[in-house]
Antibody, heavy 120, light 108 residues
Framework: QVTLKESGPALVKPTQTLTLTCTFSGFSLNTRGMRVSWIRQPPGKALEWLARIDWNDDKFYSTSLKTRLTVSKGTSINQVVLTMTNMDPVDTATYYC????????????WGQGTPVTVSS | DIVLTQSPGTLSSSPGERATLSCRASQSVSGSYLAWYQHRPGQTPRLLIYAASSRATGIPDRFSGSGSGTEFTLTISRLEPEDFAVYYCQQYGSSPRTFGQGTKVEVK
């Protein structure tokens, strides 16, 4: 059974760095072809793809956010970490991690999402 | 970027009725690479349809997808109580992959 779960702070201050962890089970990110992404949804807005990490440690970022984002494998074998620097109130959103459906760029499993508010 | 516009924003329907959800793309979606997801409150988003019309594993056949180019449709033939949720489309034919803003299907 594949599951993913996001964790991290619910509230960060402007200019701070956000660190989110995606803890997953039921698959290994070391398996060839496996990929995990981070996606967010600001209140009332569309989902927005942020970043991706592949089984071979390749990483890809949203063009508009790439200077602020870092995605990495976590210290545990079943974790992916996203950091976003210089947080701003416009970054207030629910942040999701999701697994790609094989080689296709849609998502077969998602986490429940973790809400993050940026406010002083 | 391809902008996906979903309509209606909210669909008020009754159990047993047919629901038709639209996803319109600002440019043609290459390969009809379009997916639909269902998101119920408190649950994880669930993949329903990929490649515009292929049902994901375990998805009931009351859900069907159709369309190509810039116009795509998700149809729920007879609404069940568990189908009242928010539905999102996503294109994966062009980079960056983009999502629609969602259609909420609510009980009339």
């Amino acid at each position: 059974q594949v599951t993913l779960k996001e964790s991290g702070p619910a509230l960060v201050k402007p200019t701070q760095t956000l660190t989110l962890t995606c803890t997953f089970s039921g698959f290994s990110l070391n398996t060839r072809g496996m990929r995990v992404s981070w996606i967010r949804q600001p209140p009332g807005k569309a989902l927005e793809w942020l970043a991706r990490i592949d089984w071979n440690d390749d990483k890809f970022y949203s063009t508009s956010l790439k200077t602020r984002l870092t995605v990495s494998k976590g210290t545990s074998i079943n974790q992916v970490v996203l950091t976003m620097t210089n947080m701003d109130p416009v970054d207030t959103a629910t942040y999701y991690c999701a697994r790609y459906a094989g080689s296709w760029d849609y998502f077969d499993y998602w986490g429940q999402g973790t809400p993050v508010t940026v406010s002083s | 970027d391809i902008v996906l516009t979903q309509s209606p924003g909210t669909l008020s329907s009754s159990p047993g009725e047919r629901a038709t959800l639209s996803c319109r793309a600002s440019q043609s979606v290459s390969g009809s690479y379009l997916a639909w997801y269902q998101h119920r409150p408190g649950q994880t988003p669930r993949l329903l349809i990929y490649a515009a019309s292929s049902r994901a594993t375990g998805i009931p056949d009351r859900f069907s997808g159709s369309g190509s180019g810039t116009e795509f449709t998700l149809t729920i033939s007879r609404l069940e109580p568990e189908d009242f949720a928010v539905y999102y489309c996503q294109q994966y034919g062009s980079s960056p992959r983009t999502f629609g803003q969602g259609t909420k299907v609510e009980v009339k």
